[in-house]
């Protein structure tokens, strides 16, 4: 009989212990979060979803959704087809899928820290070389309706290769002597620098593209000062204490980290 009421006290302890677990579990629960990850699951699995399907998904008022949805857009983890179209996932949420081993985090991370827009409005990207091919693992792009894009996870155009000559061991000839390179071709100028985590050897290529029509290659040249600014602090982000591309032997440092 004591046997039996031991276990009974036992059980209902433990039952107690359980009931005030789960207490505390959906007390500490935040519900914005709850529902921001709920609607981020949602787009990236069904790749295109509209307002009406996430509210019939989601415990979420419709000004709520709104708000959200607006944020999430206005930081590159959705995007838009136009003001009233279905929504889909932007580079950021793109980049979270594609991040191992291909995108190391901290290198997306700094990425989208450092591009807060497309530099000339134009789309830019962060590529690097898996198994040979340049694959875009970040991007912003550009908001002309007429622009060069650029897909996470996906193995940049053919014409746009030359940019394998910054990320190449040992780089092309014209990259060693420029620390960049510059792409042109009947449709796209691109121009592209290394990113280096040592300072010295590319480990990534952060590429500027635009339509010829619109951005000839003179304009990306005249941008050239704000791009290798980037590719510097994108460097040192990554643990670089110089950025000096390319040049095994360092007498002194041509920027400072700041």
């Avoid at 983890?77 to 950021?92: K, M």
């Amino acid at each position: 009989m004591l046997n039996s009421s031991l276990f009974s006290i036992i059980d209902i302890c433990s039952s107690l212990c359980t009931t005030k677990d789960f207490i505390l579990e959906h007390k500490l629960r935040v519900p914005a979060a709850d529902k921001t990850l709920q609607v981020l699951e949602i787009i990236r699995q069904q790749s295109s979803t509209s307002i009406q399907s996430l509210l019939a998904q989601v415990d979420i008022s419709r000004s709520s959704l709104y708000a959200l949805l607006h944020t999430l857009k206005a930081i590159g983890y959705i995007e838009q087809h136009g003001s009233r179209g279905s929504y889909q996932p932007g580079p950021r949420l793109i980049a979270w899928s594609h991040t191992s081993p291909m995108a190391p985090q901290d290198l997306l991370t700094a990425f989208y820290q450092e591009i807060n827009a497309p530099v000339l409005n134009e789309t830019t990207a962060l590529l690097q070389l898996v198994k040979g091919h340049p694959i875009t693992i970040a991007r912003v792009e550009s908001t002309h309706s007429i622009r060069v894009v650029l897909e996470p996870g996906q193995e940049i155009p053919p014409d746009l290769s030359g940019v394998i000559e910054v990320l190449g061991n040992p780089p092309g000839q014209a990259a060693f002597s420029n620390g960049y390179h510059m792409t042109t071709t009947g449709d796209i100028n691109a121009l592209g620098l290394p990113v280096c985590r040592d300072g010295i050897h590319a480990d990534a290529a952060l590429l500027i593209c635009a339509p010829s029509h619109r951005c000839a290659a003179e304009n990306l040249i005249s941008a050239l000062g704000e791009a290798r600014e980037i590719a510097a602090r994108l460097s040192y982000r990554l643990g670089a204490q110089v950025y000096s591309p390319f040049q095994e032997k360092i007498s002194s440092p041509c920027h400072s980290p700041g």
